[in-house]
């Protein structure tokens, strides 16, 4: 037989996605892979019932229905505060996943740099090496995942190609300031550096903090590459539904990319989460509230159990602080903790460039109930 990629080398499976597998086989309550265990908005799923029945069912354009990307035009317009035209600055994707990777792969040529906040989500390094880049890992530095400065700016003096930024991040929850955006956005100005950003989690921030999108920034527009999903928003992790915002320039090549990897996003789905880009203000206010009681009721959860954590600023994720259970191995932890307490998680290590065992995050994107039986089944990690 003749050899494999050896670009597959460098990656395992994803780990993430390998939790759920182990969280089903052992029954555990899944607190792992990040989804709602909920119902989409009911205007979503009923007019999925009606794109059932009277289509589209077959190719849409393949950078994204005119509807959906009007739609999108609109409601990003809004939250983004930057021009958008549906037909030059839209590439509608499967999921952010493809977005992240149709904007590296329009951008990176082999051997260019990719500066990588670490922890990091998972695709990023897979995502560098399937486009032959190479990562430039700068810690976020625990408790408050600030970044050092000068570490940043020597690796901009690297002169890469991009920086990955992850806002609100996953896995810390971390919602950088606008301080911190302007100071990233100088230098991708002075080293004439593209910034690809995933914001799926643009509408899950908690008070106080506020998401700022680094394309609203002076001079940032033409550099930033905007990559979101619909996926978290409006509870679809599955529909895969995800899109670039970009200059025309870029999105011309992101339109090549996407359409020989993926040809399109299903063209009932966009049709039907139409309705969901067509919710008003109150939609978002209220998925924030929802958000805001679930971390609440989980982190006091954590607090009952005696489990030390970092809060979250944003997204859904909170990470626990293992060391005092003197396990040195977070996946030997996180298998033993699904079996044993029945709760599942995703070992911390997944996430870090740097070598640390001592983290596991849970999510709490889960029904009330849901949360309390496995905080109950937390409560006996002490005992
Ligand atoms: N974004 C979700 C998470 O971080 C799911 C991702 C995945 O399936 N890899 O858990």
Redesign the pocket.
């Known amino acids: 037989m003749p050899n494999l990629s050896n670009k597959l080398d460098w990656f395992t499976e ?1 780990i ?2 390998k939790m759920t597998r182990v969280a089903n086989d052992c029954g555990a309550i899944n607190l792992s ?3 709602p265990d909920w119902e989409p908005p009911l205007e979503i799923t009923e007019a999925l019932k009606e794109a059932a029945i009277h289509g589209p069912h077959q190719y849409e354009i393949t950078w994204g229905s005119n509807e959906f990307r009007q739609k999108l035009a609109e409601k990003q317009r809004k939250y983004m505060g930057i021009d958008i035209n549906p037909d030059e600055n839209i590439v509608v994707t499967c999921g952010s996943t493809e977005a992240m990777m149709v904007a590296m792969m329009s951008v990176c040529d082999k051997g260019d740099k990719v500066i990588v906040f670490s922890p990091f ?2 695709n990023y390094g897979a995502d560098a090496i399937l486009c032959g880049a190479e990562p430039i890992y700068i810690p976020l530095i625990p408790p408050k995942f600030n970044f050092d400065k000068e570490a940043l700016k020597k690796a901009f003096e690297e002169k890469p190609k991009a920086l990955i930024l992850c806002n609100p991040s ?1 896995p810390v929850g971390k919602v950088f300031t606008r301080e911190e955006l302007l100071y990233i956005s100088d230098l991708a100005k002075k080293y004439d550096t593209f910034v690809i950003t995933d914001e799926v989690y643009e509408h899950i921030v908690y008070k106080p903090y506020k998401h700022t999108y680094m394309a609203s920034l002076p001079g940032m527009k033409e550099r930033t590459i905007s990559c979101s999903s619909l996926s978290k928003t409006y509870s679809i992790t599955g529909w895969r539904l995800g899109y670039v915002i970009a200059d025309k320039k870029i999105i011309d090549n992101c339109k090549k990319v996407h359409d020989f990897l993926t040809v399109g996003a299903a063209a009932p789905l966009q049709k039907a989460a139409c309705a969901g880009l067509s919710l008003g203000e109150e939609y978002y206010d209220n998925l924030i509230n929802i958000y805001d009681r679930k971390k609440q009721l989980f982190l006091d959860g954590l607090d009952a159990a005696k489990l030390k954590y970092f809060e979250p600023q944003g997204a859904y994720y909170v990470l626990v602080d293992i060391s005092e259970f003197g396990e040195k191995n977070d996946y030997k932890f996180c298998q033993w903790l699904a079996n044993e307490i029945g709760v599942a998680a995703v070992p911390g290590s997944s996430f870090f460039k740097e070598d640390v065992s001592n983290y596991i995050r849970f ?1 709490f994107a889960k029904k009330d109930e849901t949360l309390i039986e496995a905080v109950n089944r937390l409560k006996k990690l002490k005992k």
Do not use: A, D, P, V
């Open positions: 994803s993430i996605r892979q990040g989804f989500y998972e996953n999510h």
